[in-house]
Nanobody, 125 residues
């Protein structure tokens, strides 16, 4: 599967932004999907993930209550809705995919097999 992330940009603190990640391939509904981010000078970190079942979602503590992950299998797209953005959310955001069984939703980057190219999110104070 190939992933194409989009939707990044420059926003002020407190603003909202939605990232999209469109996938190719015919079996999108058999993939768990995740978002990760990498800030300048820091390692890439987990943000959120959604399993094959949309009821299976996980969030990093730093974004819980502000970010929402969702997927549209018909459009082969995963979304990351970000509200109340903070300067510390500034990073390159990557989407990732892994073919999984129904009950498994990975939250570590090592578990994911496919990655998008990243989209820059910059939050000014």
């Amino acid at each position: 599967v190939q992933l194409q992330a989009s939707g990044g940009g420059l926003v002020q603190a407190g603003a909202s932004l939605t990232l999209s990640c469109a996938a190719s391939g015919r079996t999108f509904d058999r993939y768990s999907l995740g978002w990760f981010r990498q800030a300048p000078g820091k390692e890439r970190e987990f943000v959120t993930a959604i399993g094959r079942s949309t009821s299976s979602t996980y969030y990093a503590d730093s974004v819980k209550g502000r970010f929402t992950i969702s997927r549209d299998n018909a459009k082969k797209t995963v979304y990351l809705g970000m509200n109340n953005l903070k300067p510390e959310d500034t990073a390159v955001y990557y989407c990732a995919a892994k073919h999984t069984i129904m009950t498994y939703t990975p939250t570590t980057q090592q578990a994911y097999d496919y990655w998008g190219q990243g989209t820059q999110v910059t939050v000014s104070s």
